[in-house]
């Protein structure tokens, strides 16, 4: 089939090259003139695993191609995908001039059948709104369809979540559309679930939705076994392991960020207040969210002081590990504050720090997690990179100029970083005071 993806970002080009993987023949754009030269090129101008190799093989033999403008993607494509950013508004409601303009400029050009595929998220109606601009500004009497197709691929993990989804929802109120979407997805074998555009849309933002209160969730959870000297860890599994919850997402910590979830929580709350509901509840999670990110900082005050002048090492920048992604990551409202009380920050990420480095030039950005470390009060853990739980220890206990860790992921056992010396906070369970202290402390 002839697809058209408008927009290369995490969503357009895991889409288009996954789909190139499976035999059509994709034409993408981009407005963003930088990205678009490196695509042109059959580079991958984004981070995730596995991306780079598959952009470059299906443009090297052609079923790749990233052309200039919308005009050529709607001339040859029978399937077009709007893939473009849906940002926060002032407000809080999603911001879709984007998609707006996409539509405008793709009726501009349409002269024949087209399905209009709205990827981005959306909130509810917007297909209507789509449909609606294509007939204003498209010639009387050509025909098209819109349909909704909301993507949930997790960066770090998209190729699979592309290849192996749980699900593939197809909104439309038109059987040409849909039949066309589900011969499309018909080689990944998965779960179709076929509905009404106004549905399909909400099925998106209610699953980031509840994602996110699962995540406040538990991090509410970990606030309450602080207090009461209960562990975070053992509750967590106790409760996940009941297969109506599930394990997943049930990770105390510095809560969530991204590009998703913080807007998509403030999107839904507002598209529901404009249909007359107060979403309480997904206030309450957005609350709790903002709480978690404020916790190192708060921690780290009340432990060194003065906090103006320290240089404190931070680990991980992205939202999450296998990503380059620092959009509404917790790392960067950390790296705000600590610059603001004056703080030196050092800090090491394995794939974020070109991206870091254009924010904030005056931010060291380290070799590797040691020389972050070195001479440091503290060190902050942002992001759960596997590399960084079998950092040794020993050696970083020596680089530190004081042992002080403060967890904002739970990567290591309390108990073994007492015994190696550490201060050690984490998120819901009791903090780890150096053993050799504890000891001293005891015998005074
Ligand atoms: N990133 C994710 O994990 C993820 C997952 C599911 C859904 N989504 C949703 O998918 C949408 C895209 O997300 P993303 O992360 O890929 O965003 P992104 O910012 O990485 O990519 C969007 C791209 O669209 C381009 N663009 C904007 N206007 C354009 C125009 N007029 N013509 C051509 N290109 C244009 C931008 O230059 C950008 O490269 C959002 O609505 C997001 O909420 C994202």
Redo the contacts with the bound molecule.
């Keep these: 089939m002839e697809i058209g993806i408008?927009?290369?970002?995490?969503?357009?080009l895991v889409t288009g090259a996954c789909l190139a993987e499976l035999g059509h023949r994709v034409v993408a754009?981009?407005?963003?003139e930088r990205?678009l030269s490196a695509l042109q090129r059959g580079e991958c101008p984004?981070y995730e695993p596995g991306l780079a190799e598959l952009v470059a093989t299906h443009y090297r033999e052609g079923r790749l191609q990233f052309v200039d403008s919308?005009r050529q993607v709607v001339e040859r494509s029978l399937v077009i995908f709007i893939?473009?950013?849906?940002p926060s508004g002032p407000d809080g409601s999603a911001d879709l001039r984007?998609v707006e303009?996409?539509s405008q400029?793709i009726a501009l050009n349409l002269s024949s059948y087209r399905l209009i595929v709205e990827?981005?998220?959306?909130p509810v109606q917007t297909g209507e709104k789509v449909a609606k601009t294509i007939s204003r500004y498209a010639q009387a009497g050509v025909p098209f369809d819109v349909a909704s197709n909301?993507?949930?691929?997790?960066?770090g993990t998209a190729l699979r979540d592309f290849f192996q989804p749980d699900r593939v929802v197809i909104g439309s109120s038109s059987t040409r559309a849909s039949s066309l979407l589900v011969e499309l997805y018909a080689p990944l074998n998965a779960p179709l679930l076929l509905t009404d555009i106004n549905s399909a849309e909400l099925i998106k933002h209610s699953a980031n939705a509840f994602l996110a209160l699962k995540i406040s969730f538990i991090n509410a959870v970990a606030r309450v076994c602080e207090l009461a000297g209960a562990d975070i860890k053992k509750v967590a599994a106790g409760v996940g392991l009941d297969h109506r919850i599930g394990l997943e997402s049930m990770e105390a910590g510095i809560g969530y960020g991204?590009?998703?979830l913080p807007?998509?929580v403030a999107a839904y709350i507002r598209l529901a207040k404009g249909l007359g509901y107060d979403f309480q509840l997904l206030e309450a999670v957005q609350e709790v969210n903002n709480q978690q990110r404020q916790w190192p900082v708060r921690l780290l005050e009340s432990q060194v002081t003065p906090l103006e002048g320290a240089k404190v090492a931070l680990w991980g920048l992205s939202f999450k590990p296998h990503t380059d992604?620092l959009r509404s990551a917790p790392a960067l409202e950390i790296i705000e504050s600590l610059l603001a009380r004056g703080v030196k920050v050092s800090c090491y990420d394995p794939a974020a720090m070109p991206k870091a480095a254009l924010l904030y030039p005056q931010v060291e950005m380290a070799a590797d997690p040691y020389a972050a470390c070195q001479g440091a009060q503290a060190l902050i853990i942002c992001t759960e990179w596997p590399q960084f739980k079998s950092v040794d220890l020993e050696r970083l206990a020596q680089l530190l100029e004081r042992p002080l860790i403060i967890d904002g992921r739970n990567i290591f056992e309390p108990q073994r970083l007492a015994a190696l010396n550490f201060q050690y906070f984490s998120v819901g369970r009791a903090p780890a005071a150096p053993i050799a202290q504890a000891t001293t402390d005891r015998d005074r």
């Excluded at 893939?83 to 849906?86: E, G, P, R």
């Excluded at 909301?150 to 960066?155: C, D, K, Q």
């Design positions: 408008i927009g290369c970002g995490y969503v357009g754009v981009d407005s963003d990205k984004i919308i893939c473009v950013n849906t984007f303009a996409v400029e990827k981005s998220t959306v909301p993507e949930f691929l997790r960066e991204g590009m998703c807007k998509d992604d």
